[in-house]
């Protein structure tokens, strides 16, 4: 297992909510990233763990590798992957995204 796999793996599993995208939660550097972190805004999360990828390339790489998805962002919670923009959307509109967050112990 490379560095980078272990980083991931510890990262996903040691935090409630991560979420691997394009930038910063302050400053996303891609419209479906934005649209995640608004989301995630939304439904009144306020402790997340972002990875930005653009910072290494190994990890943006790492990343899809480990969840067997091809796009970021990526959202992990209590290390299970979620999904990307679109599921995330949707989940939102159900009321699923809220409830899997409450079940976690990540909202309020």
Do not use: H
């Not at 990233?33 to 009144?44: C, D, E, H, N, P």
């Not at 990307?84 to 995204?97: A, F, K, P, R, T």
């Amino acid at each position: 297992m490379s560095e980078v796999q272990d980083f991931i793996r510890e990262t996903v599993t040691e935090n409630p909510v991560v979420l691997f995208m394009k930038g910063t939660a302050q400053a996303p550097q891609c419209g479906f990233s934005a649209r995640t972190v608004q989301i995630l805004r939304a439904v009144g999360l306020s402790q997340v763990v972002v990875v930005n990828v653009l910072d290494d390339a190994e990890v943006r790489q790492g990343i899809k590798d480990f969840s067997s998805w091809p796009t970021i962002p990526q959202l992990y919670i209590k290390g299970e992957f979620v999904g990307g923009s679109d599921i995330v959307s949707e989940m939102y509109e159900n009321g699923e995204l809220e409830t899997m967050l409450r079940e976690a112990g990540a909202l309020e």
